[in-house]
């Protein structure tokens, strides 16, 4: 299992601080404040598109994530450039596995 530590931010939200995990069929998010902590699992199956763009989440570039039920999330990576091509390319690779 691939394991990232991440920021993602979805629709107006503030932004989340936690992990990545990379499963066999789902990615799932970790994080959120002691005592608030949130867990996001979002089926492969259900991830339309993952690609670089222009949005951020404060100073760090994010990955664009559109999927089908929870519509559009930021994720940003607080390992740099390297890792977020890393994610991308993992997260376009589970994807392409499942089609």
């Known amino acids: 299992m691939e394991r990232y530590a991440v920021l993602w931010q979805e629709g107006g939200a503030a932004p989340v601080t ?32 993952a690609e670089r763009g222009r949005e951020a989440i404060g100073p760090l570039r994010a990955i ?6 929870r519509g559009s999330m930021l994720l940003a990576t607080l390992g740099g450039l390297t890792l977020r091509g890393e994610i991308l390319e993992s997260l376009q690779r589970a994807v392409s596995a499942v089609v």
């Open 18 to 49: 936690g992990r990545l995990d990379f499963g066999a069929r789902s990615l799932t998010l970790h994080g959120g404040p002691r005592g608030a902590e949130v867990r996001v699992e979002i089926p492969y199956t259900d991830i339309c598109a």
């Open 64 to 69: 664009r994530l559109d999927s089908r039920t």
